[in-house]
């Protein structure tokens, strides 16, 4: 579809069909992700495909309580797990170079938004969960120490259920010109 | 243009031509950062578009040394300026929920990802700038305390010079299926 129409018309995806997704899909969806720049190339990101159903539970038992994401997580036939290589973006020798530490989660933000405007692209559906025990979920996908599960994305096709259109906010209430308070 | 082309095609931009951009396409890219998702829809975001030639200058000279974008953004006829709100998103009460600390960099990098992409779509081009002096930055245009400058975004007609095609890791070297380390 249309640019204007994906980022227009993309929603958060909790509830799925029975549909199984493809390996063919997923390479899709992955390939999106790919292409995303990053703090100088770094391409810190790393994706699990979670196909095995213990695993999806698991996974899905480290969800924050009450997270409306859990019964379409449970029940979803893959869950891409997006994690990080910590002390590379935005560092140097291993150190922040800017204030701003863990620049890894702004260049994670970029590559997901890329793979959830594909998935909605093909016609399905998916949500980023960020409310997780992320130390938890990083051990049972096995991450070496230096890498941290960043997001957990159950992927599916949308049932049609849950699914809202949130309110955002006017440009008038977070756009200024030249001084924060500014009218632009 | 279609979705799969501006992922595909998008390119960091730092040279640019004399064209002017509008306020209006200005208000056209700011759209699409504003429907993105983010943290329980925090939408912790500001944008600051910079026009006034001084401090534009300003800002620049916050930018790390050597940075390739520096004399494009010196010459741009508009710097976006992304910030955040900090200790919302990610967070309850002002503490973060998680083991990872700033979600608001996460939910930075998904919303200018859409303004990347939208840049593109136009014609335009841009670069995320996010090697620099956050804490100057952030004192030239006048934010409160709690909020941050993330990244600039110097905005333009690409002038074709210095474009360059980066690489990327091929999906095998950073997709695994159930477990770190086994092959997708």
């Known amino acids: 579809m249309e640019l204007n129409e994906a980022l227009r018309t993309r929603r ?3 509830k ?3 549909y199984v997704v493809t ?3 997923i390479r899709e969806i ?6 995303a720049q990053s703090w100088s190339n770094t391409q810190v990101w790393e994706f699990i495909v979670v196909r095995d159903s213990n695993l999806i539970r698991q996974i899905t038992e480290t969800y924050g309580p009450k997270n409306p994401a859990t019964r379409g997580s449970l029940n979803a036939s893959v ?7 910590t002390g590379t973006s935005g560092c140097y020798g291993g150190r922040d170079v800017t204030a701003l530490s863990n620049w890894f989660m702004f260049d994670l933000g970029v590559t997901v938004q890329n793979l959830c405007l594909k998935v909605h692209d093909m016609g399905l559906g998916t949500v980023v969960v960020g409310y997780l025990d992320h130390e938890a979920c990083s051990k049972i996908v096995g991450l070496p120490r230096d890498f941290t599960v960043v997001a957990v994305l159950p992927i599916g096709k949308p049932s049609g259920e849950g699914i809202r259109d949130m309110p955002r ?3 008038k209430d977070f756009v200024h010109l030249d001084k924060f308070g500014t009218p632009f």
């Open 16 to 18: 799925f069909t029975n």
């Open 30 to 35: 992955l390939e999106a992700a790919r292409v």
């Open 12 to 14: 958060s995806v909790r």
């Open 169 to 171: 906010k006017a440009l």
């Open 79 to 85: 869950l891409i797990v997006a994690c990080a290589k």
């Open 23 to 25: 390996d063919s899909e």
